[in-house]
């Protein structure tokens, strides 16, 4: 499981690299609920090829409150399926900006 970080109405991205043939269907899911773009405002799928690997990609823009949890990306084909699990935590803007000046604060004493 790979532990992400965001924050409130920033950019949520993650990668899931994998070599698949035949092609193979990509289902997103958070906290078990499969995801798409029509339903989550800002919500975007992608995919990419760099020689034989291929990367589904999640990118969410202006992430809400709500987007935390356990993200999971499940890669299935005739031969079988893998996946891969995320556990995104979301933070207020104000804890990045408090801490910032903390350290500026702490950096001039």
């Known amino acids: 499981m790979e532990h992400v970080k965001t924050t409130i109405y920033g950019t949520l991205t993650l990668n899931f690299s994998y070599i698949g043939f035949p092609a193979p269907n990509i289902t997103w899911t958070l906290n078990g609920i499969p995801l798409d773009a029509i ?3 800002g919500l975007t799928f992608n995919s990419s090829m760099t020689g034989d690997v291929n ?3 999640l990118t969410w823009f202006n992430v809400p409150d709500n987007a935390e ?3 999971s990306c499940k890669i299935t084909n ?3 399926s893998i996946h891969k699990v995320f556990n995104v935590a979301v933070k207020c803007k104000i ?3 408090e801490f910032i000046v903390a350290c500026i604060v702490y950096d001039i004493l």
């Open 39 to 41: 339903s989550y405002n």
């Open 55 to 57: 990367t589904s990609i």
């Open 69 to 71: 949890g356990r993200y």
């Open 78 to 80: 005739t031969v079988g």
């Open 95 to 97: 804890d990045f900006v």
